[in-house]
Structures are given as structure tokens and as C-alpha cells.
T-cell receptor, first 115, second 109 residues
Framework: ETGVTQTPRHLVMGMTNKKSLKCEQH?????MYWYKQSAKKPLELMFV???????ENNSVPSRFSPECPNSSHLFLHLHTLQPEDSALYLC??????????????FGPGTRLTVL | GQNIDQPTEMTATEGAIVQINCTYQ??????LFWYQQHAGEAPTFLSY??LDGLEEKGRFSSFLSRSKGYSYLLLKELQMKDSASYLC??????????WGAGTKLIIKP
């Protein structure tokens, strides 16, 4: 399944670094999502974009900055992160229509470690 | 608040049947999803229920009771490759997905 790709797959960064996560979807979807997945916790929705407009921002710290230049690409810019930000960051996409046909398809994730 | 509950971990034997339960309390209901996630991989869509009853897809079936706020995922003829985490998610009245923490299923020979 290569409908949603994410790079890099693994990232180790210091607290003073700046890095970016990239997501690309090849499914013709209109909505894209960033999630944070920590061990034994539910997926936490961070950002939602629909037709390149941000429609959801669940009180995410400003050290996480999303960018959606077009409906196929989504970035998450990271700066001055904290060790507790270490987690698996998942990107997903969907048709964006809501309702029964709006299944989300996930990328493989970026495993982020903040030292 | 909104809440999804599912067991943290379950163990079953190859060839057997296992039922993974999910209970939910959400602001509205527009459907319930089950996803499978192997370690280090992306969650993949398994099933969707919006009406009460059982939906069958090969070895996997999913059941929903909206009045009880309850669903289960039934896996038959278990195979070693079924070892994974199973995530339950409910779509609320705003079409936002509320996720459970996942059930880690361990299959033993």
C-alpha cells in the first residue's frame, strides 16, 4: 500500500534543531491529517487540512507548524521540541466529505526521538 | 467528555477465535471504524459499521449496537500474521474520529 508516503521514517533531533516531516498522498484525496501516536495512548489528532485550508487545530503547541502547499502534500515543521514530543507521527488522507465514505488512509509514520 | 474503551492486550491461540470489544461514549455517532496496525506500520482500515448488526468480511466480522454504545471485532481461524494492535474509532457528530488506545493481540502457536 503506497497511497500515503512519509519521510523520513526515523528522525533523531536535539531540542534546538529544526526539522520537517513530509507526507504525500497519491489517492486524489482532499483532506489530510497529522496525528501523534504515543505508546498505549489513543491517536491524537493534531491538524486537519481540507482543500489546503486548515480546518482543525487541536491546541497543538506552536513548536509544531503545519504547511499544506497543495492537496497532495503536507508538512510538519518542528522547532525547539521537548523530549515528551518523542512519538510516532502519522499522516493520513481521506476524501474529506465526512460520513460513511470518508475512510482515512494512513502513511507508515515517522518515528521521532527528541534528545 | 468523549471516551473509547478497549482492552489493552489480549492473547489467543493460532486457529482459534477471538473477540475484541470496544465501548464508546461520544458526542453523537456517525459510524464506527476498526483498524489494524502491525508494529512499526501504518494503521490499515478493516471495517465500518453505522447500523446495528454484524458485518462480515472473510475471517473478520464487526458488530455494532448503538443503543449500548458497543462494538466488537471477531477474528476467526487466527493466523500468526494477525498479531497486531486493533484500533477502534468512532466518528462523532462533527465527523471527527475519536480513537481508542488500541488492543494489542498476541497470537501463540
Amino acid at each position: 500500500e503506497t497511497g500515503v508516503t512519509q519521510t523520513p521514517r526515523h528522525l533523531v533531533m536535539g531540542m534546538t534543531n529544526k526539522k520537517s516531516l513530509k507526507c504525500e498522498q497519491h489517492l486524489g484525496h482532499n483532506a489530510m491529517y497529522w496525528y501523534k501516536q504515543s505508546a498505549k495512548k489513543p491517536l491524537e489528532l493534531m491538524f486537519v487540512y481540507s482543500l489546503e485550508e486548515r480546518v482543525e487545530n487541536n491546541s497543538v503547541p506552536s513548536r509544531f507548524s503545519p504547511e499544506c502547499p497543495n492537496s497532495s502534500h503536507l508538512f510538519l515543521h518542528l522547532h525547539t521540541l521537548q523530549p515528551e514530543d518523542s512519538a510516532l507521527y502519522l499522516c493520513a488522507s481521506s476524501h474529506g466529505t465526512g460520513g460513511p465514505t470518508d475512510t482515512q488512509y494512513f502513511g507508515p509514520g515517522t518515528r521521532l526521538t527528541v534528545l | 467528555g468523549q471516551n473509547i474503551d478497549q482492552p489493552t492486550e489480549m492473547t489467543a491461540t493460532e486457529g482459534a477465535i477471538v473477540q475484541i470489544n470496544c465501548t464508546y461514549q461520544t458526542s453523537g455517532f456517525n459510524g464506527l471504524f476498526w483498524y489494524q496496525q502491525h508494529a512499526g506500520e501504518a494503521p490499515t482500515f478493516l471495517s465500518y459499521n453505522v447500523l446495528d448488526g454484524l458485518e462480515e468480511k472473510g475471517r473478520f466480522s464487526s458488530f455494532l449496537s448503538r443503543s449500548k454504545g458497543y462494538s466488537y471485532l471477531l477474528l476467526k481461524e487466527l493466523q500468526m500474521k494477525d498479531s497486531a494492535s486493533y484500533l477502534c474509532a468512532v466518528e462523532d457528530s462533527n465527523y471527527q474520529l475519536i480513537w481508542g488506545a488500541g488492543t494489542k493481540l498476541i497470537i501463540k502457536p
